[in-house]
């Protein structure tokens, strides 16, 4: 068995509404910092797992995305695996 770190993004498909990321854009611009366009807000999961092969991590990272950690109809995610 190997030991992965993976880091999985959970962000809100392009065209669903996001008001939490709404409110922070406006909160920048009040604070005074110009320029900000657009705020979409999202999650992260540090995740440390031991498997087989990479390949069944990133298989149990999948699974684990589809059914808990993600709710993919509107949100999509990524995995990005690291080495500390």
Same mark, same amino acid.
């Given at each position: 068995?190997?030991? !992965?770190?993976?880091?999985?993004?959970?962000?809100? @498909?392009?065209?669903?509404? *996001?008001?939490? =990321?709404?409110?922070? %854009?406006?909160?920048?611009?009040?604070?005074?910092?110009?320029?900000?366009?657009?705020?979409?807000?999202?999650?992260? !999961?540090?995740?440390?797992?031991?498997?087989?092969? @990479?390949?069944?991590?990133? *298989?149990?990272? =999948?699974?684990?995305? %589809?059914?808990?950690?993600?709710?993919?109809?509107?949100?999509?995610?990524?995995?990005?695996?690291?080495?500390?």
């Amino acid at each position: 068995m190997t030991v !992965f770190n993976a880091k999985v993004t959970v962000r809100l @498909k392009n065209g669903v509404l *996001d008001p939490q =990321g709404k409110a922070i %854009e406006g909160a920048l611009g009040s604070l005074g910092f110009a320029g900000v366009e657009q705020v979409r807000q999202g999650k992260t !999961f540090d995740i440390r797992l031991e498997a087989d092969s @990479k390949q069944s991590a990133e *298989d149990q990272l =999948g699974a684990m995305c %589809e059914k808990l950690l993600a709710n993919t109809v509107v949100e999509d995610y990524s995995v990005e695996f690291s080495t500390s």
